[in-house]
T-cell receptor
């Protein structure tokens, strides 16, 4: 199992440009999460999906951010237009819920370090 | 989900046991205690979780007090590779499965 795969690992872009981050969850996992990590705010949950359907996007900072999950094996997080304050590490995680008391396989990817200049 | 309180940082000598405390005084009966750690620039990694009883696995032990208002993660023989930020998270089962991370404890293992 290759784990949760994120691409790219690093992204440097100019302010105003569109940025697309990609995530491939672990096969069989029915939950997918997008987190953002900065020094100031720590790890923030942005949005999560269950069976490809967005369940809670209350953590998405503003309309410039959007996320999609067109199928069970792929998700994107898009920022348009990007701003310097969007610079952060973006993590994707996937899991499946196996019921109380069971480890629920919450696995993170290696993250995408985004720098907006 | 219940909030947790952890010390911001701790040191531990290599080879000694690292005991990381967590307070969760508002925990409910159906909330589990989870521990994750994040090694620099990597994604958080699951360590252990429990409800009432103490738990042990190949990575660590989790001691939960009888009233469940606090817990301690124990790394029995800390190594330099255990230097990381450790997050204590309390989460209800059946609530969408999401985790909310606090600020955690930055553990430094000293040679």
């Amino acid at each position: 199992d290759a784990g949760v795969i994120q691409s790219p690992r690093h992204e440097v872009t100019e302010m105003g440009q569109e940025v697309t981050l990609r995530c491939k969850p672990i096969s069989g996992h029915d939950y997918l999460f997008w987190y953002r990590q900065t020094m100031m705010r720590g790890l923030e949950l942005l949005i999560y999906f269950n069976n490809n359907v967005p369940i809670d996007d209350s953590g998405m900072p503003e309309d410039r951010f959007s996320a999609k999950m067109p199928n069970a094996s792929f998700s994107t997080l898009k920022i348009q237009p990007s701003e310097p304050r969007d610079s952060a590490v973006y993590f994707c995680a996937s899991s499946t819920f196996r019921g109380q008391g069971n480890r629920d396989g919450y696995t993170f990817g290696s993250g995408t370090r985004l720098t907006v200049v | 989900d219940a909030k947790t309180t952890q010390p911001p940082s701790m040191d531990c000598a290599e080879g000694r046991a690292a005991n990381l405390p967590c307070n969760h005084s508002t925990i409910s009966g159906n909330e589990y205690v989870y521990w994750y750690r994040q090694i620099h620039s990597q994604g958080p990694q699951y360590i252990i979780h429990g409800l009432k009883n103490n738990e042990t696995n190949e990575m660590a032990s989790l001691i939960i007090t009888e009233d469940r208002k606090s817990s301690t993660l124990i790394l029995p023989h800390a190594t330099l590779r255990d230097t990381a930020v450790y997050y204590c998270i309390v989460r209800r089962i059946g609530t969408g499965n999401q985790f909310y991370f606090g600020t955690g404890t930055s553990l430094t293992v000293i040679p």
